[in-house]
């Protein structure tokens, strides 16, 4: 079967096609490489043996979109991860992310609808709960009001999701991720930000290994046990693995529903302090850092309650947090050697 993975040269996404060709199936990688870079692709070939097919797209380009179709129209399957994901930047750039993240959606989905059955697979993410008043966070709490352009572009994306899937043949999950970290343990792929990392374990390797100065922790008076920030982190490879059982879920017709929301983390909340000093352990390097004011658009705390994705997807996240760490620095090192 052929499964098109958008952003497919991405963190997540390229983690995913490998899980992807593992698995069997053939898998055609969608990127417009302004995230990501092509030498992924030979990274992808050293874990399975294998490139999957690549088209470099512009899915915001609807007329290529519309030929891609044309062209791949035994396309059995789509995880759609191509997206821009800074909460910072979406505050400074807001139409950017409404014409990245929406646009692009639709487009997809018009051509899907036009299918007599469709399997789409939604990365969204843990930021569509906002500031959740119970911990850990289920599938059942409210949606929140958006603290971002970024959180809202995911909002409304499950929206046009859920609207377009009552009246097509298209189905859908939804996967809700926390706070993705790591890298694959063979060390070919991993977190690749181009300019400053926006997030905090990259920020963390780059800052080991002398490439950033400092880090700074944004926030040290938060209502937490150290007064910093609590996410939950789980492995790239988990989330990877969590994509592929969803997709057999739809192409097995065991969902239940035609749209269907996983939260996809361990089920642990670590803190932004934690996380450093689980760093420091499992590399056994010292890091400069320091408490700075906090950060527009941030939660405080936000860690997943697993039960559904365990018991229903029949999914569970296998790896710790020094693992997660540990395969984070593997990949930062090898990079920089």
């Known amino acids: 079967m052929k499964i098109l ?9 390229s983690h995913t096609v490998v899980e992807l ?21 030979k990274g992808i070939e050293a874990i399975t043996g ?29 995880i759609h991860f191509a997206a821009s994901k800074a909460v910072g930047e979406s505050v400074e ?27 789409f697979i939604f990365s969204s993410s843990c930021t569509v709960y ?26 409304i994306g499950e929206e046009i999701i859920t609207d377009v899937a009552k009246v097509t043949n298209i189905n859908s999950i939804l996967l809700r991720y926390f706070n993705p970290i790591g890298a694959h343990p063979t060390a070919e792929l991993g977190e690749l930000p181009i300019g400053v990392p926006q997030n905090l374990v990259p920020f963390i390797t780059q800052t080991a290994v002398g490439l950033r100065k400092e880090l700074s922790v944004y926030g040290s008076d938060y209502s937490t046990p150290d007064g910093t920030c609590i996410r939950d982190y789980i492995h790239v490879v ?30 642990t909340g670590s803190s932004v302090l934690e996380v450093i000093n689980a760093f420091e352990k499992v590399s056994g390097q010292k890091l400069q850092y320091k408490l700075v004011d906090r950060r527009e658009g941030d939660v405080v705390e936000a860690f997943a ?33």
Do not use: C
């Not at 490139?51 to 030929?67: C, H, S, T, Y």
């Not at 906002?130 to 909002?155: C, R, W």
């Not at 693995?241 to 097995?252: G, I, P, S």
């Not at 035609?258 to 983390?265: A, Q």
């Open 50 to 78: 294998k490139q999957p097919i690549f088209e470099q797209i512009d899915l915001r380009d609807k007329q290529a979109v519309k030929e891609f179709f044309k062209k791949h129209n035994d396309i059995a399957g789509v």
């Open 238 to 267: 988990d989330l990877a693995k969590a994509h592929v059982v969803a997709l057999q879920r739809l192409l097995n017709k065991k969902n239940i529903d035609k749209v269907e929301t996983f939260n996809l983390g361990t089920g």
């Open 305 to 337: 309650n697993t039960d559904k994705a365990n018991n229903v997807l029949g999914w569970k996240a296998k790896s710790t947090l020094e693992e997660s760490l540990a395969s984070a620095w593997k990949w930062e090192q090898k990079i920089r050697s």
């Open 5 to 13: 993975v958008t952003g497919g040269l991405g963190f997540i996404g």
């Open 21 to 41: 060709q593992n698995e069997g199936f053939e898998v055609v990688a969608i990127d417009n490489l302004s995230n990501a870079d092509i030498s992924v692709l």
């Open 93 to 119: 750039n807001p139409l950017l992310y409404y014409e990245n993240n929406i646009n692009t959606l639709v487009y997809l989905l018009q051509e899907l609808q036009q299918k007599p059955e469709a399997h």
């Open 130 to 155: 906002g500031q959740a008043e119970l911990m850990p966070i289920t599938e059942n709490a409210p949606v929140q009001q958006a603290m971002s352009p970024y959180g809202n572009t995911k909002q």
